[in-house]
């Protein structure tokens, strides 16, 4: 589908969006604007004296409808959007946006405003807010929002842009993103760094975590910190991007988006689940979908 401005009749105000924002499919796979788009769903047009193209009628408030844009186009929640939820939520259920109505329901009103002060300042396009809160408020104690340092789309799957971004920045967590949709990454403390001699580095606070989904698609935060003594927390390589473990716990590759060479052996410096055992199939695709796999995305972020 290719991207064109689109003019709106939303509850009688005239929007004038992009066509890729309103079927953004990363954000929301199901959301019935695609369809409506491409023919397959009724798409009514009204009357306007303003503009020659077609003007197409979207059935509900324009207030939150701004906000819905703003979702599709940024994956954010403002405190307004929490103010005007009951408004989103039947948005969602009309227009089957399940990321967001997920999103939206997660979200404790009374503790909104103390919880998006911090939400908002985390940009992050792989996890949504409940994981934001979880990973970087309750697993990491985190005061102040994180600073997004190096986000693979944007800045390019190889290793020297991984290190250009990343190296020498402190305490920073990775979140990966296989192509099978697993979730998962690593926390350390310790600088990256891209020496001549490639080496390992010892870091007692550093954890692997990933986020597991239950059937009905609601997430949990596992993490998994490194076992003690174990002096290879990560690898610093700079033919590579991140490392953690000596093993390796995870691997990612350079050129990770284009080739399966990333790959997990989960459980050789990290601990495992309770009933796993190390270098069965059951570790081997814990992390990543399967032992070895392609990166869908990867961002990095800067915690103080």
């Not at 999103?103 to 994981?131: M, R, W």
């Not at 998994?224 to 390589?237: E, L, N, W």
């Amino acid at each position: 589908m290719e991207d064109r401005p689109v003019h709106l009749n939303v509850g009688g105000k005239i929007i004038t969006v992009s066509l890729l924002d309103l079927t953004n499919t990363e954000r929301e796979p199901n959301n019935l604007f695609i369809r409506m788009f491409r023919g397959e769903l009724p798409l009514y047009e009204t009357a306007s004296p303003l503009f020659s193209d077609k003007v197409y009628f979207i059935n509900c408030d324009h207030k939150p409808f701004r906000h819905v844009l703003k979702w599709l186009r940024y994956g954010r929640i403002d405190q307004q959007m929490v103010e005007l939820k009951a408004d989103l939520l039947d948005i969602c259920k009309q227009y089957r946006l399940e990321k967001l109505e997920k999103s939206i329901s997660q979200i404790n009103v009374n503790d909104c405003i103390y919880d998006l002060s911090f939400g908002l300042g985390v940009s992050s396009t792989i996890i949504q807010f409940k994981e934001v809160m979880d990973l970087f408020k309750r697993a990491l104690g985190c005061e102040t929002p994180p600073k997004l340092l190096y986000r693979a789309s944007n800045d390019g799957f190889t290793a020297q842009s991984f290190h250009q971004k990343c190296d020498h920045q402190g305490k920073t967590v990775t979140i990966v993103r296989s192509e099978y949709g697993n979730i998962f990454g690593g926390f350390t403390s310790q600088d990256w760094e891209s020496p001549k001699q490639a080496k390992f580095k010892a870091d007692p606070a550093a954890f692997v975590f990933k986020f597991e989904s239950d059937s009905a698609g609601n997430s949990r935060l596992e993490v998994f910190h490194i076992r003690q003594g174990d002096q290879k927390a990560i690898y610093c390589d700079a033919y590579d991007l991140a490392i953690f473990g000596g093993g390796c716990d995870f691997y990612i590759s350079d050129s990770c988006n284009i080739n399966s060479a990333s790959y997990s052996e989960f459980g050789d410096s990290y601990e495992l689940p309770l009933g796993y055992s190390f270098g069965s199939e059951q570790t081997h695709v814990f992390l990543g979908g399967k032992f070895d796999f392609r990166v869908s995305e990867i961002e990095v972020f800067k915690i103080d």
